[in-house]
């Protein structure tokens, strides 16, 4: 049984960066893929980036390519989404969840039965 908690959301200019990480509780963060996902306001909630469970694959949302970047640190019971070149769109509040699952992951919401609380990414003109 996983408790995930996000941090490291707020206010940023747009063209600015954040890193937000995903704590994991219990003992078998290893075992479970990430995935990171966001919902705006009046909007369905997005599938954005996942990571396995071993961190040797991942996938990414083609709105999201090549700003940002998934990884994790297994010793540390926590992901990261790195994310660059933030837009106003990119507001939004950002939440990671957690998949048993081997070798692979999702960027589908329902694949995911662990979530966190989300943190708010708000990106200023």
């Known amino acids: 049984q996983l408790q995930l908690v996000e941090s490291g959301g707020g206010l940023v200019q747009s063209g600015g960066s954040l890193r937000l990480s995903c704590v994991a509780s219990?003992?078998?963060?290893?075992?479970?893929?990430i995935g990171w996902f966001r919902q705006a306001p009046g909007k369905e909630r997005e599938g954005l980036s996942c990571?396995?469970?071993?961190?040797?694959?991942?996938d990414y949302a083609d709105s999201v390519e090549s700003r940002f970047t998934v990884s994790r640190d297994n010793a540390k019971n926590t992901a990261y989404l790195q994310m660059n070149s933030l837009k106003l769109e990119d507001t939004a509040v950002y939440y990671c969840?957690?998949?048993?699952?081997?070798?692979?992951?999702?960027?589908?919401?329902?694949?995911?039965?662990?979530w966190g609380q989300g943190t708010q990414v708000t990106v200023s003109s």
């Open positions: 969840a957690a998949v048993r699952v081997f070798g692979r992951c999702y960027l589908r919401e329902n694949h995911y039965p662990w």
């Open positions: 990571i396995s469970q071993k961190g040797e694959f991942t």
């Open positions: 219990g003992f078998e963060f290893e075992h479970h893929a």
